[in-house]
Each structure stands twice: as C-alpha cells, then as structure tokens.
C-alpha cells in the first residue's frame, strides 16, 4: 500500500487541473499577447548610424533611415507602439533644454517619419528634459541644482506640443514634475489635439535599475553623481503612488505608468485595484540588463524568464509592458 492510508483520500485535488497541457491553457488566468508590447528605441542623429550598447547587449541605438526598417519589422509582427528616446549631441544640450522643443529637432523628425511610412504604428514620446539638459537632470535647475518645478512644466508644455504637432500619438511625460499633466492637457486642448493622448508616468520611482538607459542616451555622464530624489519617488513609498496618479487621473491623464517593472508589481495591483484605469509598467534598463547577462552566462534560459515576467506583469494587472525585449517576445509569440 502506497500513499494515504486506506479510507482517506484529499477531498480535492488541485493537481488535477495541471495534468495536461490542454487542461492547464484551459484554467490559465491571465495571458500575454503581442497587443500588450511597446518597444522603446533610442535614436541617432545622421544617417546610416548604428550604435550597441554595451550595457544592454541586443540593443541598437539607431539613425532614423534604420528605425525605419526596424520599425517595418515591428508592425509586420503586430507590436502596436514604439516609444521614442533621444540620443542628443552635447553640442545641442543647454541649461534651458531649448533642444527639447525644435520643430526640427531629432523625435520631432523621426515622429514624422515614422507616421508617414507607417501611420499604423503608435508614436509614444518621452517628455522630459534630460536628454538636452547640460547637467543630465529632467529639468530646469536653480544654481543649487535644484529642478525648479513651475518653469519646467513651461518647457514640458512646449515639448509636448511640438511632439504632438509632429503626430506623436501619445505624449509620456516622465519627469515627475507636479501639475504638469494638467498643463500640458490644457494646452494640447487649446491647440486642437484634442485626440493626443498622455500617458502619465506617475509612479517613478528614483530607482538604480535606470543605469544601462543613462548610458544609452549619454545623461550619465552630465548627471555625474547628482540623482533625481527631489522628484523622482522614494522606492519606501506606496500610499504616495496612489495619491500621484489619482491627480494624474484627474488632470487629464489617459493612461498611467508605473515605473521600473518587476519590483514594483505590487504596486500595479493597488493601482489597478483602485483606479480600474489603464496601467502600463516599464520593464526597465536594468531589469533587462539582469536577464540578459544571467542569459548569456548560460544561468537562465532566456525566453522562460522573459516569457514568466511577462505573464507576472499581467497578473498583476498590467495592460501594456513596455520592454526592450517586445521585439523578441513578438517573435516568440508568433513561432509558438
Ligand atoms: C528620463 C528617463 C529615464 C528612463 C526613461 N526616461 C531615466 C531617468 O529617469 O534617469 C529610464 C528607462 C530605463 O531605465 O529603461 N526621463
């Protein structure tokens, strides 16, 4: 005799349910598709320019006439978005981040592009200074170096603008300034884009999972030892992550952004569990550096981990991802 001892059996048992492939597609919850992806892409002035990054292997940093092709390949795979970060020459960065709203400024020539060969393909902007600031902060600083708050939601106002008369689709403000949602709403609405819409980065949290992006975008060496804690989040919080998107909701924000991903997850589920609005999480820099450099020591396999956080960030309520392993997922996805 083997087992319970005769007479007992479990009432229940749950193993059942996972027996067989069939059953276990059958109970699953929750499940990824290609429709919750946003690809970021960094890119170059010129033409014909392709950079790696060594910090996030499999990423190229790239001229638009390349984006392009890229770009090609993501909509025949069904990604619905790309989102866009700048990579600026020091000669264009300045203390006033005049750069950031030059109608023929770099994002502002590559929205068109894109839009124009693609129109199909959701353009998301970053707004935020740190790419043309000298000093590598999102904002305008004082001679403290502190981030004054009104006069750079005068600047973000502007960049918003000129993103989304470029075509922008969606405009992302992720400098965590306060009021900025409401102003640039304000203006987009007096300027006739009413259908632009905001994606709010309202939980960013000041985190060290950014490092690999700083790199990529050439801020980490204007921004030196300084960091972003007087705007960005204390990673100790949660209660004020719902207070930030509650005003972000309220001032006109269509979706919101929960920021990095995979250690934050639960605060995706409080606030989804709250707002019942859309919630995007950025897997972020260094979280794709980890599984990458785990992966190419042979110490994970690749596509399971990305595949389960993944599926993680719909668990806990996410709508959309935005991973610099969307092009690999798209793949993945369809040869399965
Ligand atoms: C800055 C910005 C950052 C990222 C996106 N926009 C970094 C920062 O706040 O310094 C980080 C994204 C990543 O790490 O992948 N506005």
């Given at each position: 005799?083997?087992?319970?001892?005769?007479?007992?059996?479990?009432?229940?048992?749950?193993?059942?349910?996972?027996?067989?492939?069939?059953?276990?597609?059958?109970?699953?919850?929750?499940q990824l598709s290609v429709?919750d992806l946003?690809y970021?892409?960094?890119?170059?002035?010129?033409?014909?320019?392709?950079?790696?990054?060594?910090?996030?292997?499999g990423?190229?940093?790239?001229?638009?006439?390349?984006?392009?092709?890229?770009?090609?390949?993501?909509?025949?795979l069904g990604v619905?978005?790309?989102?866009?970060?700048?990579?600026?020459?020091?000669?264009?960065?300045?203390?006033?981040?005049?750069?950031?709203?030059?109608?023929?400024?770099?994002?502002?020539?590559?929205?068109?592009?894109?839009?124009?060969?693609?129109?199909?393909?959701?353009?998301?902007?970053?707004?935020?200074?740190?790419?043309?600031?000298?000093?590598?902060?999102?904002?305008?600083?004082?001679?403290?170096?502190?981030?004054?708050?009104?006069?750079?939601?005068?600047?973000?106002?502007?960049?918003?603008?000129?993103?989304?008369?470029?075509?922008?689709?969606?405009?992302?403000?992720?400098?965590?300034?306060?009021?900025?949602?409401?102003?640039?709403?304000?203006?987009?609405?007096?300027?006739?884009?009413?259908?632009?819409?905001?994606?709010?980065?309202?939980?960013?949290?000041?985190?060290?999972?950014?490092?690999?992006?700083?790199?990529?975008?050439?801020?980490?060496?204007?921004?030196?030892?300084?960091?972003?804690?007087?705007?960005?989040?204390?990673?100790?919080?949660?209660?004020?992550?719902?207070?930030?998107?509650?005003?972000?909701?309220?001032?006109?924000?269509?979706?919101?952004?929960?920021?990095?991903?995979?250690?934050?997850?639960?605060?995706?589920?409080?606030?989804?569990?709250?707002?019942?609005?859309?919630?995007?999480?950025?897997?972020?820099?260094?979280?794709?550096?980890?599984l990458?450099?785990?992966s190419?020591?042979?110490?994970?396999d690749e596509q399971a981990v990305v595949m389960e956080a993944m599926t993680?960030?719909?668990?806990?309520?996410?709508?959309?991802i935005?991973t610099y392993y969307a092009k690999d997922i798209a793949h993945w996805l369809k040869n399965s």
């Amino acid at each position: 005799m083997s087992g319970f001892s005769f007479g007992f059996y479990p009432s229940t048992r749950k193993r059942r349910n996972r027996t067989d492939d069939f059953v276990r597609r059958l109970v699953a919850e929750n499940q990824l598709s290609v429709n919750d992806l946003i690809y970021p892409v960094f890119v170059l002035p010129g033409e014909k320019q392709q950079q790696a990054v060594s910090s996030m292997p499999g990423v190229e940093r790239k001229s638009v006439d390349l984006l392009l092709q890229e770009i090609e390949q993501l909509v025949s795979l069904g990604v619905p978005a790309v989102a866009l970060f700048p990579v600026v020459g020091d000669d264009k960065k300045s203390l006033q981040a005049e750069e950031a709203y030059n109608e023929q400024g770099l994002v502002q020539t590559a929205v068109r592009a894109i839009k124009h060969r693609f129109p199909e393909m959701g353009v998301i902007t970053d707004i935020a200074l740190d790419p043309y600031t000298s000093h590598g902060q999102d904002g305008i600083i004082d001679k403290n170096g502190y981030v004054l708050n009104d006069e750079t939601v005068d600047v973000l106002t502007k960049q918003a603008l000129s993103h989304a008369a470029a075509g922008a689709d969606i405009v992302a403000p992720s400098d965590m300034m306060d009021g900025r949602i409401g102003a640039i709403r304000e203006s987009l609405e007096v300027e006739g884009f009413v259908n632009a819409k905001i994606l709010a980065y309202s939980a960013k949290y000041a985190s060290a999972f950014y490092g690999p992006f700083r790199d990529a975008v050439g801020s980490a060496g204007s921004l030196g030892k300084a960091d972003k804690k007087t705007y960005q989040m204390d990673p100790a919080n949660s209660d004020e992550a719902l207070h930030e998107i509650a005003l972000d909701i309220e001032e006109g924000a269509d979706m919101l952004m929960v920021k990095p991903g995979m250690p934050y997850l639960d605060i995706i589920r409080r606030v989804k569990e709250n707002f019942k609005v859309p919630v995007f999480a950025y897997h972020v820099s260094g979280e794709y550096a980890m599984l990458k450099a785990a992966s190419q020591n042979g110490w994970l396999d690749e596509q399971a981990v990305v595949m389960e956080a993944m599926t993680c960030f719909k668990r806990a309520g996410t709508d959309a991802i935005l991973t610099y392993y969307a092009k690999d997922i798209a793949h993945w996805l369809k040869n399965s």
